[in-house]
């Protein structure tokens, strides 16, 4: 048997194997679907999906740690694979290492978009980014609150220990602290940075020939199953005349990084 045979012959197994896998992760069998998946690897060790796939029965069985250390090796092979980057950004949100966790669903969702952007998984990725968002922006808005409250309460000791306290000054200092409360509180989404037709915060915005922007899954998905129309002004509108708002999507990125109240899903 010639080399390039027998090498063949090792992928047709280890592809077996995964198919294996795949038959008892639907049966949730997830420890049989884990060693038809490891057998797979030890054949074929550097392809991605055998990895990311037994990452996939570690996360329904709460196994971050083995998540995470399936998807760093899954993206070493394939830096591009959005399921590794998004399981990876999971698993170190469990372990509350937000920063690394969103830089790693956001690495997933920049990926999504640019193979499917109507695909199942942009809209998961998205919601679980969002949420993480807002988890890391309630951690620190607590935090902030909490030292913002711990000054105030030493600058009024300290105004009355100097004995030329008034109401007057108290009255300025506690306008002071609520103003440089104010932006932690939630308040409306401009109407420009949501969509004309979910009413949401645009994430991936697109510019039509009318001159109003959409979210592009929600754009696409009325121009497939409603018409090739533009919702508001019902002129023709078609896929291929959607361009990306950068400026519009660049302002909703700002706007998210001052109040990261926004990410909160209803």
């Known amino acids: 048997m010639s080399p390039g045979a027998a090498l063949s012959a090792v992928e047709k197994q280890a592809e077996q194997l995964r198919q294996d896998g795949n038959a008892y992760f639907k049966k949730d069998k997830f420890s049989a679907a884990i060693d038809a998946y490891t057998e797979a690897i030890v054949f074929c060790p550097n392809v991605s999906i055998y990895w990311t796939n037994r990452a996939l029965c570690h996360r329904k069985r709460n196994d971050w740690a083995k998540v995470e250390e399936d998807c760093r090796r899954a993206i070493e092979l394939d830096n591009n694979s959005v399921k590794a980057h998004y399981m990876l950004g999971l698993a170190l949100l469990q372990k509350q290492e937000f920063s690394e966790g969103i830089k790693a669903l956001e690495k997933a969702l920049d990926l999504g978009r640019g193979a499917n952007p109507m695909g199942y998984m942009v809209e998961e990725i998205w919601q679980e980014l969002a949420k993480a968002k807002y988890l890391e922006w309630e951690h620190e808005s607590t935090q902030r609150s909490r030292e913002l409250q711990q000054l105030k309460?030493?600058?009024?000791?300290a105004l009355v220990?100097?004995?030329?306290?008034?109401?007057n000054q108290l009255q300025t200092l506690?306008?002071?602290?609520?103003?440089?409360?104010?932006?932690?509180?939630?308040?409306?989404?401009?109407d420009y940075l949501c969509c004309k037709i979910s009413l949401d915060i645009l994430r991936d915005p697109v510019i039509a020939p009318s001159g109003i922007?959409?979210?592009?899954?929600?754009?696409?998905?009325?121009?497939?199953?409603?018409?090739?129309?533009?919702p508001v002004t019902r002129e023709p509108l078609y896929q291929w005349q959607l361009i990306p708002n950068l400026a519009i999507k660049e302002a909703v990125q700002a706007y998210l990084a001052k109040h990261g109240w926004a990410y909160k899903m209803d």
């Open 213 to 230: 922007t959409y979210e592009r899954a929600v754009i696409l998905d009325h121009i497939q199953k409603v018409g090739m129309f533009d």
């Open 153 to 157: 309460d030493a600058c009024e000791i």
């Open 174 to 190: 506690d306008s002071v602290f609520r103003k440089a409360a104010e932006e932690d509180m939630p308040t409306e989404v401009p």
């Open 161 to 167: 220990e100097k004995q030329t306290c008034d109401a």
